[in-house]
């Protein structure tokens, strides 16, 4: 299954699993997807990176990025090869701790430091490697649940569709931040802050297809806040509340909310939850700003850390952690409704990113 000896089952199509070596995962999983059922089939494992929890692609040069969720914070880079994936040079420190989150905006790599509550950005070398010393954002608040907000803890950084800003997603703090790139030293300066329901633990956000609405996912409340985006202004405006699950816990058991992803046609949103095990379908019927929950069905294994959607939409995958599995759903294109088709193992899985096909 590993290196030269794997098999390409999956035409081309590619997808990178990370997950936590520390419980048991063996580092980025690629897998071949069949493009007619969707179904994962494993190649090779890259494990030279500590816990690689968050994978990001950049489908201009192929290169994969990853975390290291470690105490002292880094980022690695691998280049897809016919054997697996091949490191491009050792790990580059993030400056920050605990890293959960990166993306790339502007030529360089962010990373969400969830530890140290701060955001880094990090130049890339010519082959797409992170090289050099990154500039840090250090958040500063705290929020009302003294366990989990006793200061900043950055979850997710994502550039918004048109480039010119990034979004910082803080659970300690309960905000949204809005940051613009600083010519001079490439970091990133905070323009604007968009304050959300204290107490609620922002974790992760996704924006509709078309640009202006953007959708954040609350840890701490199983919550959905619906906010305007103006790219022109640079603001996030809160609109509207929409709740995931039910409150408080229920049967001992209480729900944490953990991603949210829109389907690529704007029709549905779905949002995987903890805790419960269960993926909730939104539809979209009533417009971008009225999400409807419409169906809730269970996640296919314990404690879905991440959902994506394929590129297509027709298919959803959820990386669930605790059971070690990566389970796949046929989307019903009429209703939204997931429905579970296949499951591979994949032992502390923490998310799935796709190369395109």
């Known amino acids: 299954m590993d290196g030269a000896h794997s098999t390409d089952h999956g035409g081309g199509h590619r997808a990178y699993i990370g997950s936590f070596t ?81 993306a790339l905006a502007g030529g360089r790599l962010l ?9 880094s950005s990090l130049p890339l070398a010519a082959d797409g490697s992170p090289a050099g010393p990154p500039a840090v954002l250090e958040y500063e608040g705290r929020g009302p649940d003294p366990d989990r907000q006793a200061g900043p803890h950055a ?17 300690g703090t309960d905000a949204v931040r809005v940051c613009a790139p600083d010519p001079a030293t490439g970091g990133l300066r905070v323009h604007a802050t968009a304050a959300l329901r204290p107490g609620s633990g922002p974790r992760h956000l996704a924006f509709h297809p ?3 609405v953007v959708y954040v996912l609350h840890e701490l409340e199983p ?20 709740a995931v699950a039910p409150a408080g816990v229920r049967d001992g058991v209480r729900a944490h909310p953990s991603a949210i992803t829109a389907s690529p046609d704007g029709r549905f949103l779905w949002a995987a939850v903890r805790g419960t095990d269960t993926l909730v379908t939104f539809s979209l019927a009533g417009g971008p700003e009225e999400p ?45 409704r997931p429905v579970r088709a296949g499951s591979l193992p994949a032992p502390a899985a923490s998310c799935v990113v796709f190369a395109a096909p």
């Open 292 to 336: 409807r929950p419409t169906s809730t069905v269970g996640c296919g294994g314990h404690w879905p850390r991440d959902l994506t959607a394929d590129p297509s939409g027709r298919r959803l995958y959820a990386a669930n952690e605790r059971s070690g599995d990566v389970t796949w759903f046929d989307v019903d294109p009429r209703t939204g």
């Open 223 to 242: 919550l959905l806040t619906v906010c305007r985006w103006d790219a022109d202004a640079g603001r996030l405006d809160p609109v509207g509340e929409v």
């Open 22 to 102: 520390s419980g048991g995962g063996r580092g980025v999983l690629t897998a071949a997807v069949d493009p007619a059922t969707g179904a994962l089939t494993p190649l090779s494992a890259e494990g030279s990176l500590p816990d690689p929890s968050y994978l990001a692609l950049d489908p201009a040069t192929g290169v994969l990025y990853a975390v290291s969720e470690t105490e002292r914070g880094a980022a690695g880079a691998f280049r897809p090869t016919a054997a697996g994936l091949a490191p491009l040079g050792a790990p580059a420190p993030v400056g920050g701790s605990g890293p959960t989150h990166l």
């Open 111 to 119: 990373t969400a430091n969830y530890t140290s509550g701060s955001v």
């Open 210 to 212: 078309a640009g202006a």
């Open 155 to 171: 979850h997710q950084v994502l550039a918004d569709p048109t480039g010119r800003w990034v979004l910082g997603v803080d659970l």
